[in-house]
């Protein structure tokens, strides 16, 4: 099969490579699309140093070779029972694992789920993990419940345009902050009501409050926490999932904990999880937003819009 595999020192390559051997429980699934994601930057980078050469992705749709079934991946393996957080041993694809940069993968069986109605194969490749993110931060962890306000940092990163419509849907009045004025429009097309370009104005949690009160905040850029809390009312909550911006913070106590407020720690989301957003996606009238697709052989440009941050929704590549 062909892939595009990591190498040593960040190399990227297009290239010719065996065919995946399931193991027992494992399927393989010929890949039509796959989504890219953040951590492949960081699994590319060596943020996250995992064994070379590997296939990075961690998205993927495409068709059972045992059964002919089209199927969506979920993308990560080894959840375990407990809601709360992840069992030891649980790995995304894409690192450790191979992933979804190929034309074949071997997964898991009760990592397959049934595509989409409607969806096409990009639209199938690039909500798995964004939107599960996404869910799982609003309701699993947020609780979010209609009528409330989320505001949501960052207008156009995938997670961030899944939030935004699965909060919409939900009956949840939403807010958004970005850079630019014209992401903030096009979020206000997705189902926001409102935003704050935090790079033109002075005090942004400031202006955040004065569209509020503001119930939860998702914040995926990790060195805003501070600012995250800030913008929330008495008894709100954060959730925090990302580190794009930064890894470390300074988090005024007094604050905090006069506000009886609450901050809370992420990361994709268990299968239940990926059910209810599945169920979810059957009422929804919303369609995944796909920035651009290419082909497998083009994933090194598609990964130089992401950190460019250019792009606005999903980035897919066709399989």
Same mark, same amino acid.
């Given at each position: 099969?062909?892939?595009?595999?990591? &190498?040593?020192?960040?190399?990227? @390559?297009? =290239?010719?490579?065996?065919?995946?051997?399931? /193991?027992?429980?494992e399927?393989? $699934?010929?890949?039509?699309?796959?989504? !890219?994601?953040?951590?492949?930057?960081?699994?590319r980078?060596?943020?996250?140093?995992?064994?070379?050469? @590997?296939?990075?992705? #961690?998205?993927g749709?495409?068709?059972?070779?045992?059964?002919?079934?089209?199927?969506? +991946?979920?993308?990560?393996?080894?959840?375990?029972?407990?809601?709360?957080?992840?069992?030891?041993?649980?790995?995304?694809?894409?690192?450790?694992?191979?992933?979804?940069?190929?034309? !074949? +993968?071997a @997964?898991?069986?009760?990592?397959?789920?049934p595509?989409?109605?409607?969806? #096409?194969?990009?639209?199938?490749?690039?909500?798995?993990?964004?939107?599960?993110?996404?869910?799982?931060?609003?309701?699993?962890?947020?609780?979010l419940?209609?009528? =409330?306000?989320?505001l $949501?940092?960052?207008?156009?990163?995938?997670? *961030?345009?899944?939030?935004?419509?699965?909060?919409?849907q939900?009956?949840?009045?939403? !807010?958004?902050? #970005?850079?630019?004025?014209? /992401? +903030?429009?096009?979020? /206000?097309?997705l189902?926001?009501?409102?935003?704050?370009?935090?790079?033109?104005?002075?005090?942004?949690?400031?202006?955040a409050?004065?569209?509020?009160? +503001?119930? %939860?905040?998702?914040? #995926?850029?990790?060195?805003?926490?501070?600012?995250?809390?800030?913008?929330?009312?008495?008894?709100?909550?954060?959730?925090?999932?990302?580190?794009t911006?930064?890894?470390? $913070?300074?988090?005024?106590?007094?604050?905090?904990?006069?506000?009886?407020?609450?901050?809370?720690?992420?990361?994709l989301?268990?299968?239940?999880?990926?059910?209810?957003?599945?169920?979810?996606?059957?009422?929804?009238?919303?369609?995944?937003?796909?920035? *651009?697709?290419?082909? %497998?052989?083009?994933?090194? *440009?598609? %990964?130089?819009?992401?950190?460019?941050?250019? &792009?606005?929704? /999903?980035?897919?590549?066709?399989?």
């Amino acid at each position: 099969m062909f892939a595009v595999r990591v &190498h040593e020192e960040g190399r990227l @390559l297009y =290239e010719q490579v065996d065919d995946p051997a399931p /193991k027992p429980g494992e399927v393989v $699934v010929e890949l039509r699309a796959a989504g !890219l994601n953040r951590r492949d930057l960081f699994v590319r980078s060596g943020i996250f140093p995992f064994p070379l050469p @590997l296939v990075p992705g #961690s998205d993927g749709a495409g068709v059972r070779r045992d059964t002919g079934e089209e199927v969506v +991946i979920l993308p990560a393996a080894g959840w375990g029972d407990r809601e709360d957080a992840p069992a030891e041993g649980f790995e995304f694809f894409g690192g450790p694992r191979d992933g979804t940069y190929a034309e !074949l +993968i071997a @997964l898991p069986e009760e990592n397959l789920y049934p595509k989409p109605d409607g969806f #096409s194969w990009d639209e199938a490749a690039a909500f798995p993990l964004a939107a599960l993110t996404a869910y799982r931060a609003l309701f699993s962890r947020g609780g979010l419940q209609q009528g =409330e306000t989320v505001l $949501v940092l960052g207008a156009a990163s995938g997670v *961030s345009t899944f939030a935004v419509q699965l909060a919409a849907q939900a009956g949840a009045r939403v !807010l958004v902050t #970005s850079s630019s004025d014209g /992401k +903030i429009e096009r979020a /206000k097309e997705l189902g926001a009501e409102a935003g704050v370009n935090y790079a033109t104005t002075e005090d942004w949690p400031a202006a955040a409050r004065e569209l509020g009160p +503001i119930d %939860l905040v998702l914040d #995926s850029v990790g060195s805003t926490w501070q600012q995250s809390l800030d913008c929330l009312r008495r008894g709100g909550r954060a959730v925090v999932f990302g580190g794009t911006g930064g890894t470390e $913070v300074t988090l005024q106590v007094r604050p905090f904990y006069f506000g009886q407020q609450t901050l809370l720690g992420t990361q994709l989301g268990s299968p239940r999880d990926f059910e209810g957003l599945l169920r979810m996606l059957e009422d929804a009238r919303w369609r995944p937003v796909i920035d *651009s697709v290419r082909p %497998l052989a083009e994933a090194e *440009s598609a %990964l130089a819009r992401m950190q460019a941050g250019e &792009h606005f929704g /999903k980035l897919v590549l066709a399989i």
